[in-house]
């Protein structure tokens, strides 16, 4: 007999994660009611062995596709089997699976799209001077662009399996930018997290990665949003205020 589906269900992406990805899977199943999904992202490690062993549904991409490309391969997951929410978490042991009844109450209680994971406590000099500088430019009302700790109504995660998406490059910004110019409502949740158990980021490990990462995302914020309008006016409104 197959185990009833429940409507929650945890998408995590995975790249080589073998050491860590089994003990993630264990506590998702164990602190929240949802089902569990490792998008596995053509690891050389047994990765996919321990997710499944551990209890969670796998998906073996054949090619790397990227933090956002298996994303979005347990978006549409998530889509063809009707669950009604999606959330996303890291396999290296960053994020506490012990979070996430907390945000999915407040995804449903507070009637918002999207509920990040945030720690701002782990933000890096680096990280401060790039999210002051994106918040400047986008408008957008988020602490920490980078958390890929995300609770999704239906609707939002609808909109991220939806082929415009397909087109994002960086997923944290560019996923960001999407919904928020689609009007979905973004709230911030304060989490617990612990460093990475092994490896580095790859968009902070060093200053010169933060500084192609600013470049790529700057562009991608003018591609998308009209950040010239809303800078051209308040060139003006502080003008006059001089005057």
């Known amino acids: 007999m197959n185990k009833p589906r429940r409507p929650v269900l945890v998408v995590i992406p995975a790249y080589n994660e073998a050491a860590t990805v089994a003990e993630i899977v264990r506590r998702v199943i164990a602190h929240a009611v949802c089902d569990a999904v490792v998008v596995n992202d053509a690891s050389s490690d047994d990765t996919s062995a321990q997710a499944r062993a551990a209890g969670a549904a796998v998906i073996d991409l054949p090619l790397n596709l990227g933090a956002w490309g298996a994303t979005q391969t347990g978006m549409r997951y998530a889509q063809r089997n009707r669950y009604a929410t999606v959330v996303t978490l890291d396999a290296d042991g960053q994020h506490h699976p012990e979070s996430l009844p907390a945000m999915l109450a407040a995804l449903e209680q507070d009637e918002v799209d999207v509920v990040i994971g945030t720690y701002t406590q782990r933000l890096s000099v680096a990280k401060r001077v790039a999210w002051w500088y994106f918040r400047l430019l986008t408008g957008l009302p988020v602490q920490d662009f980078t958390s890929g700790l995300r609770a999704y109504s239906r609707r939002a995660a609808r909109a991220l399996a939806s082929r415009e998406a397909s087109l994002l490059d960086y997923q944290d910004m560019g996923v960001l930018m999407l919904l928020y110019q689609k009007g979905f409502r973004l709230r911030e949740l304060p989490t ?45 409104a502080r003008a006059g205020a001089r005057a």
């Open 192 to 236: 617990v997290m612990s460093p990475r158990k092994s490896g580095m980021s790859r968009v902070f490990a060093s200053w010169f990665v933060v500084a192609r990462y600013m470049l790529h995302t700057t562009v991608l914020c003018f591609a998308r949003l009209d950040v010239r309008g809303r800078i051209s006016q308040r060139v003006p």
